[in-house]
């Protein structure tokens, strides 16, 4: 049953306004650069591997939990839709002072073949919808450890995924800004 959740579609136009800003970026890195990274950072086509694996993850994570939950479950409130872009503000995934190491599964490999990657990027994000608006209010009911901010249900799963993209964006800049 697919959902017409207001909050999904607040989430989905989130995320479309983030992936369009991670788009326009990466179409700006000159094609020499987007496989050049000063020491110790990654190219811009190792961060859109990285970001495609995670969207693809999480998009099956909610796959996974959604169908675990009993057809009679009974489903709490969950945010609204005029505070769903809020149930993460408590979490620093913006915060580029603070490095954090990808787990062993999600580390990109040293050569990456970006029109490839590309497209998984934009196949994770359909995946990811699609899972989103089937779950719809059962969001809420989702749960899952995110590995370094606890425990995350599945509204911020899917806000997550925004986030994380954005944080991604802002090291994309920041490692064109050091080629220049």
Do not use: C
């Not at 890195?29 to 950072?41: D, F, I, N, T």
């Not at 994770?124 to 450890?145: D, F, I, K």
């Amino acid at each position: 049953m697919l959902s017409s959740d207001k909050r999904v579609e607040v989430l989905e136009a989130e995320l479309g306004r983030v992936r369009r800003a991670f788009e326009a970026a990466l179409d700006a890195v000159p094609e020499p650069q987007r496989h050049l990274a000063p020491p110790g950072r990654w190219t811009a086509a190792q961060i859109v591997w990285h970001v495609a694996k995670v969207e693809r993850s999480v998009a099956r994570l909610i796959e996974m939990k959604t169908a675990e939950i009993g057809p009679m479950a009974t489903v709490p409130p969950g945010p609204s839709s005029h505070s769903v872009l809020k149930v993460l503000d408590h979490v620093p995934f913006l915060d580029r002072s603070r490095r954090l190491e990808a787990p062993e599964g999600i580390r990109p490999p040293a050569q990456i073949d970006l029109v490839a990657e590309r497209g998984r990027l934009a196949d994770g994000r359909v995946q990811l919808l699609a899972a989103a608006r089937e779950s719809g209010p059962r969001l809420s009911l989702v749960q899952h450890e995110h590995v370094y901010f606890g425990a995350f249900n599945g509204w911020q799963w899917l806000l997550m995924v925004a986030r994380h993209e954005e944080r991604h964006l802002l090291q994309l800049q920041e490692t064109v800004a050091e080629l220049d």
